[in-house]
């Protein structure tokens, strides 16, 4: 349960700073573009950033899905399992 939790708080934080990161003034002045010349165009390309943005709204997806499938098995009642023998037959 716990475990679950903590992914829907990784897929939904990772989803966030995917999709905003990219075009945010900390994107173009960062260590990789000082330190390696030729990265800086590839970076701050549209479409580079709107594929890393596309990651984080799968995340968000992901973590949308999994919090549905969390919430849906904790309000549904357990099914008996093929060892589960019935009330009555006894």
């Known amino acids: 349960m716990l475990g679950r939790l903590l992914l ?8 966030l700073l ?5 075009w945010s ?3 173009e ?3 990789f573009v000082e330190r390696i010349p030729w990265l800086g165009p590839a970076l701050t390309n549209h479409f580079v950033r709107g ?5 984080g709204v799968v995340c968000l997806a992901a973590a949308i899905v999994e ?3 969390f919430v849906v098995s904790r309000f549904q009642a357990p ?6 023998e019935p009330l009555g037959s006894r």
Do not use: K, M, Q
């Open 29 to 31: 002045r960062n260590l």
């Open 25 to 27: 003034a900390f994107w």
């Open 79 to 84: 099914t008996p399992g093929p060892d589960h």
């Open 18 to 22: 995917l999709l905003v990161v990219p």
């Open 8 to 15: 829907v708080i990784y897929y939904v934080e990772a989803g």
């Open 67 to 69: 919090l549905t499938t």
């Open 51 to 55: 594929a890393i943005s596309g990651v």
